[in-house]
Structures are given as structure tokens and as C-alpha cells.
């Protein structure tokens, strides 16, 4: 439901550039890039810190996220190949590489460590990156506070949909 959301999301919305936290084995990416594929335009940035432990990791507020790529395997790796040349991967924690990225997105999507301070920092960035009139997404808001005190503190409107989402103003 969320990754159909996403698609259908990039379809109207067409961004030229997207910025994506957290892909793990690719499935929200392989679904935005399908939707910039058949809209052809669009550029997807994506940042993960890749997790190789089956038992999955644990966030920066110590709970535990299951989500783990199979050994020898690279994040997106599910991505198919006609799909790869809107794509690039940056590795790394995205605390450490948002703030040396210096681009304009169309959209945000959030989707990495879900922790409280990581949320915060992420939201953040995307506002004060975003362009005007731009998106910003993120999934498993109800992890924390950080999405509802984003909405509720900056100049967004939120969007009804099956992902939480919101336009800076
Ligand atoms: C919930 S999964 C992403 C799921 C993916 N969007 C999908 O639809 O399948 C979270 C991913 O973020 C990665 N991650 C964890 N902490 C991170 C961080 N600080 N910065 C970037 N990625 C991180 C994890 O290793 C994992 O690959």
C-alpha cells in the first residue's frame, strides 16, 4: 500500500530530483524509479547505511528495525538495470551525508533510522532543502514524535494519504 502510494505519488507529481533515506534490498526505490521511468524525467538520489545482520539492527533510540540485505548484496540490489541510470547510492549514515549535499529536491522521502533525533535531523534538512511547493514524506511516523512536531512547527500542509506527506508552503 505505501510503496503504490509512493508510486502513484511520483507519477503526478513528476519531481526532476528526488532525495530517498533508507533503501535497503530497494523496494520503495525500485517503485519511485518505475514511476520516473514511465514519466521520463526525474533523478533519484538514495542514502543507506546498510544493515547485513539477519536479526536486523538497532536505531539510535535502541529499538529494533528487522529489515537487513542478504550477504553480498548491495542496497537497491533488487533495482533492475534498465531502471539504474536515473539512480545513485550514496553509503553512509544520513546525519553525515545530508548536510554535505548540496541540491534543490522536488521531494524527500524518509525511510532509515527511525529514531527521534535521526527523524528530526532528516525533516529538518528536507525543509530547509526542499523547494517551494516541494514534498516532504516519511514512513513508521508513529515511532516517535519528530513527524508531528515537523508538521505542526514549520509552514507545510499535510496531504491525506496512505504515507505521511506534507508541501512546504
Ligand atoms: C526501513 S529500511 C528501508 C526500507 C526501504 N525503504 C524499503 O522500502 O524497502 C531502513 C534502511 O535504512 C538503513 N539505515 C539505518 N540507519 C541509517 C542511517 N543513519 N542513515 C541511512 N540509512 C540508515 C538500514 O540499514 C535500512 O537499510
Same mark, same amino acid.
Given at each position: 500500500?505505501?510503496?503504490?502510494?509512493? %508510486?502513484?505519488?511520483? *507519477?503526478?507529481?513528476?519531481?526532476?530530483?528526488?532525495?530517498?533515506?533508507?533503501? @535497503?534490498? !530497494?523496494?520503495? /526505490? %525500485?517503485?519511485?524509479? *518505475?514511476?520516473?521511468?514511465? &514519466?521520463?524525467? !526525474?533523478?533519484?538520489?538514495?542514502?543507506?547505511?546498510?544493515? %547485513? &545482520?539477519?536479526? !536486523? %539492527?538497532?536505531?539510535? =533510540?535502541?529499538?529494533?528495525?528487522?529489515?537487513?540485505?542478504?550477504?553480498?548484496?548491495? $542496497?537497491?540490489?533488487?533495482?533492475?538495470?534498465?531502471?539504474?541510470?536515473?539512480?545513485?547510492?550514496?553509503?553512509?549514515?544520513?546525519? =553525515?551525508?545530508? $548536510?554535505?549535499? =548540496?541540491?534543490?529536491?522536488?521531494?524527500?522521502?524518509?525511510?532509515?533510522?527511525?529514531?527521534?533525533? &535521526?527523524?528530526?535531523?532528516?525533516?529538518?534538512?528536507?525543509? /530547509?532543502?526542499?523547494?517551494?511547493? !516541494?514534498?516532504?514524506?516519511? =514512513?513508521?511516523?508513529?515511532? &516517535?514524535?519528530?513527524?508531528?512536531?515537523?508538521? @505542526?512547527?514549520?509552514?507545510?500542509?499535510?496531504?491525506?494519504? $496512505?504515507?505521511?506527506?506534507?508541501?512546504?508552503?
Amino acid at each position: 500500500m505505501k510503496e503504490i502510494a509512493i %508510486y502513484l505519488i511520483i *507519477k503526478k507529481y513528476r519531481p526532476s530530483l528526488m532525495v530517498e533515506t533508507g533503501v @535497503a534490498n !530497494g523496494i520503495s /526505490t %525500485y517503485f519511485i524509479l *518505475k514511476a520516473m521511468h514511465e &514519466n521520463k524525467i !526525474g533523478k533519484l538520489i538514495s542514502i543507506d547505511y546498510p544493515n %547485513y &545482520n539477519k536479526k !536486523g %539492527y538497532v536505531n539510535e =533510540d535502541g529499538k529494533p528495525d528487522m529489515v537487513f540485505i542478504p550477504a553480498g548484496k548491495e $542496497p537497491g540490489w533488487i533495482v533492475p538495470i534498465e531502471l539504474g541510470d536515473r539512480f545513485s547510492v550514496m553509503i553512509g549514515k544520513s546525519a =553525515d551525508i545530508l $548536510p554535505k549535499l =548540496d541540491v534543490i529536491p522536488d521531494i524527500f522521502y524518509h525511510d532509515s533510522d527511525h529514531s527521534y533525533t &535521526n527523524m528530526k535531523f532528516e525533516l529538518e534538512w528536507a525543509y /530547509t532543502h526542499v523547494k517551494k511547493r !516541494g514534498l516532504i514524506m516519511a =514512513d513508521d511516523t508513529n515511532t &516517535n514524535n519528530a513527524w508531528a512536531e515537523f508538521v @505542526a512547527s514549520k509552514n507545510v500542509k499535510r496531504l491525506r494519504l $496512505p504515507i505521511s506527506a506534507a508541501i512546504k508552503q
